[in-house]
Nanobody, 123 residues
Framework: QVQLVESGGGLVQAGGSLRLSCAASGRTFSSYILGWFRQAPGQEREFVAAITWNSGGTYYAQSVKGRFTISRDNAKNTAYLQMDSLKAEDTAVYYC????????????????WGQGTQVTISS
């Protein structure tokens, strides 16, 4: 069982940066794939980024590649999403999720979800 709590969202101007954190509880945090998804009003939840249990593999949506960086610190049971060069279209609720295995780009692969944190980019 893993519980996830996101933080770090807020309101920033276009071109700015934010770092989201995902704090996890549970002794098996280090064995999970960690992913970030986002959902804008009226839109479906979409994949943003994912990282394997040992940080050996990272995956990004094309829309954020080169601007966002996912990382994790298993000793702290925390994952991060560094978001730079933010755009108005990045505005959404961002969710952290954990998966034991599966296709990292699909929300259906993830077993545990946080409550989300709002990110708003003003243009």
């Amino acid at each position: 069982q893993v519980q996830l709590v996101e933080s770090g969202g807020g309101l920033v101007q276009a071109g700015g940066s934010l770092r989201l954190s995902c704090a996890a509880s549970g002794r098996t945090f280090s064995s999970y794939i960690l992913g970030w998804f986002r959902q804008a009003p009226g839109q479906e939840r979409e994949f943003v980024a994912a990282i394997t249990w040992n940080s050996g593999g990272t995956y990004y949506a094309q829309s954020v590649k080169g601007r966002f960086t996912i990382s994790r610190d298993n000793a702290k049971n925390t994952a991060y999403l560094q978001m730079d060069s933010l755009k108005a279209e990045d505005t959404a609720v961002y969710y952290c999720a954990a998966a034991g295995s599966g296709f990292v780009y699909s929300a259906s692969s993830y077993d545990y979800w946080g409550q989300g944190t709002q990110v708003t980019i003003s243009s």
